[in-house]
């Protein structure tokens, strides 16, 4: 009986162990490595650029920036899984509509090279 106790939890660690590894690695298989999306600021330029107190010239400039798939979500309205699924096949890109919080900080590193 004591012998079958050490078995057991060994045996049931090694389980959860292997399932937690799986989870990580197949956790969304319908998103890239880096969960980016292109999004083209184009149509936002001058939001962004009173936003940041900074020429227009600046934001058009840049183009487009790499976001997360829920900034650009919000931003483009179109909906995360759609994105998802255009990442896994060849990279994501859409046009924002709008903009956030988020878009600007990130146009703001881009805008101060980083």
């Known amino acids: 009986m004591d012998i079958i106790k050490p078995t ?10 292997a399932g937690a590894s799986f ?3 197949n956790a969304n298989p319908n998103v890239n490595a880096n969960n980016l999306v292109s999004v083209n600021i184009s149509n936002v330029a001058q939001n962004i650029a009173n936003d940041l107190d900074v020429d227009v010239q600046d934001v ?8 997360p798939v829920g900034i650009a979500a919000a931003v483009c309205n179109v909906q995360a899984n759609v994105l998802a699924g255009d990442n896994k096949a060849d990279g994501a890109e859409c046009d924002a509509e709008s903009t956030s919080q988020g878009l600007t900080q ?7 090279g980083g």
């Open 8 to 17: 057991v939890i060994a045996a049931l660690a090694s389980v959860l162990f």
């Open 23 to 25: 989870a990580q690695t």
């Open 60 to 67: 058009i400039d840049i183009g487009s920036v790499q976001v």
């Open 106 to 112: 990130i146009v703001q590193r881009s805008i101060n």
